[in-house]
């Protein structure tokens, strides 16, 4: 009996995860329209989840590196613990702290791509910061005193014995990032004021605005086929420079 | 070590200070977010007498709580039948798909079925189904490494003193994971009661829930201090789950 359930269940979600594949079949049989969006904002959706992705690995690093040396279990527990929280709500905090910011001190956030580019890192820092930490915890002592033995200093002896170690955890984290931030529709849309508009924040108004399902589960086809283009270009980069 | 140590507990305190402003603001007696009117309650007694809001905590709740309960279930039968070698790499390759890929495909998906079958999915079933789908993955795939922990032996034990499919997961399996079992319930509750995506996409106007009324909010800006006091609510479930998960991975590690 249970290894009918699991087998109905796990039926269920395959079929569910491949139905948009359906609305390709729409277009090939009776040809719709399909609405594709604008090249620049293609590019600037890209541009601003590789941007993310990158200041979210540069702001996490160091803690991460801390953490996996002398961190505390509560230092980890407080790290990570935002990742419960959900997505719209620490967006709508953020909007409330910009409305304080813009009063108190005068800088603008929302509405600028800079606000959105904030909440994003607000967002995906412990998703990047728990990758980091996997790949930094498995580093050993050893190769770092065999460097200070042979007269490299602390900063040589990271740079080039224990940075280029965790590098596939950086590209890991850069890629984890990168997917999450791509499709990313609620930053975009609370912080960015529906000014700042991404592919994501696109198909959104497919679904709910022109009602073109078929169009939006197309186009987020093509979104999930050019982050894991994306994935695979970075995965070979890496490990070109890697070796 | 000791500027990395400043470093971390500098991020930790940027982390928090959205969050604090938050539950600050709902205990502030001004309706401006940048004055400081001292301490009140009254946003939480205004919260009190707005139904649709109480309504929406009590969904989300409900919700959470049917989803974390039947997708780690099914999730641990997925992890027990299809443990053999053979399946373990083709459940673990077509189950990790939905979950890389995005949750607008994913919306995608839920909405081409509900056109193709015309059963109606909308309200608080469909959006059951749609939570149930999404974390079902989840669940499976953070249940799995787990599956090794139980020996086969004993579970062939079981089977030799006659204990039935049903009972061999519920009496040995059951409490062997119960680790796991307890960190993939809470993950997958605090999953499901802050998601919006996936619940504005099979809800319907009489079935609200306590995010899709933050984001009327939220997506025009718009600040209040009722909200400020919902949204601090909604904050407990995260809190709880995060204790909960850190006590328990402290005890079993």
Redesign the interface.
């Known amino acids: ?3 009918k ?3 109905v ?2 039926a ?3 079929l ?5 594949f ?2 390709l079949g729409y277009y090939i049989t009776e040809g719709g329209e399909l609405r594709l969006p604008s090249l620049s904002m293609v590019a600037s959706t890209l541009l601003l989840a590789a941007t993310a992705a990158a200041i979210s690995i540069a ?2 690093y ?2 991460a ?3 996996a ?3 505390t ?1 509560l ?1 980890f ?3 990570t ?17 910009y ?2 910011l813009e ?2 001190v005068g800088v603008a956030l ?1 509405g600028q791509p800079l606000g959105v580019l904030v909440g994003m890192v ?1 967002e995906y ?1 412990p998703y990047s910061l728990l990758t980091l930490y996997a790949s930094a915890e498995k580093l050993s002592e050893s190769p770092v005193h065999a460097a200070r033995a042979l007269g490299a200093s602390r900063i040589q002896a990271f740079l080039r014995v224990e940075l280029p170690l965790t590098l596939p955890g950086v590209a890991a984290a850069f890629i984890l990032v990168f ?1 999450f931030a ?2 990313e ?2 930053m975009p ?2 912080l960015g ?1 529906w000014k700042v508009y991404t592919f ?1 924040n696109y ?2 108004d497919l ?2 605005k022109a009602r073109d ?1 078929f169009s ?2 197309v186009l ?2 093509m ?2 086929g050019m ?2 283009l994306a994935t695979y270009i970075v995965v070979r980069t890496i490990r070109s420079l890697s070796i | 070590m000791r500027a990395l140590r400043l470093y971390t507990w500098g991020l930790i305190a940027a982390l928090y200070t959205p969050v604090a402003v938050i539950v600050a603001l709902s205990l502030n007696d001004s309706k401006l977010p940048y004055v400081w009117g001292g301490f009140t309650v009254r946003w939480y007694l205004s919260l009190l007498q707005w139904e649709q809001a109480w309504q929406a905590l009590l969904n989300s709740l409900l919700i959470a709580l049917a989803v974390s309960a039947a997708s780690t279930l099914l999730g641990l039968f997925m992890a027990y039948s299809l443990r053999g070698d053979r399946y373990v790499v083709l459940s673990q390759g077509a189950v990790v798909m939905p979950e890389v890929s995005e949750a607008l495909a994913f919306a995608a998906a839920l909405t081409l079925a509900k056109s193709y079958t015309g059963v109606d999915l909308f309200g608080p079933i469909g959006v059951f189904l749609a939570h149930l789908a999404y974390t079902l993955p989840t669940a499976h795939v953070l249940l799995v490494p787990y599956m090794s922990y139980v020996g086969r032996n004993v579970v062939e034990a079981a089977r030799v003193l006659g204990a039935s499919e049903a009972k061999t997961v519920s009496a040995v399996v059951l409490p062997i994971m119960m680790p796991a079992f307890v960190a993939t319930f809470l993950i997958v509750f605090a999953n499901s009661f802050d998601t919006y995506i996936k619940t504005a996409f099979t809800t319907s106007p009489g079935f609200v829930t306590a995010p899709i009324l933050l984001w009327s909010y939220a997506a025009r800006g718009r600040g209040d201090p009722t909200m400020y006091a919902l949204a601090t609510l909604m904050l407990i479930p995260s809190i709880v789950a995060a204790t909960i998960y850190f006590r328990s991975i402290k005890r079993y590690s």
């Open positions: 009996m249970i290894k359930i699991a087998a269940s796990f269920v979600v395959v569910l995860f491949y139905a948009p359906l609305a702001v996490a160091p803690a590196y801390y953490l040396k002398r961190g279990e230092e527990a407080l790290l613990a935002p990742l419960w929280v959900g997505t719209l709500l620490k967006a709508y905090s953020l909007l409330v702290l409305a304080v009063k108190t929302w607000y820092l997917l791509a499709g529709v609620i849309a609370v004021a994501g198909i959104w679904y709910f399902i939006g589960s987020s086809l979104l999930t982050s894991l």
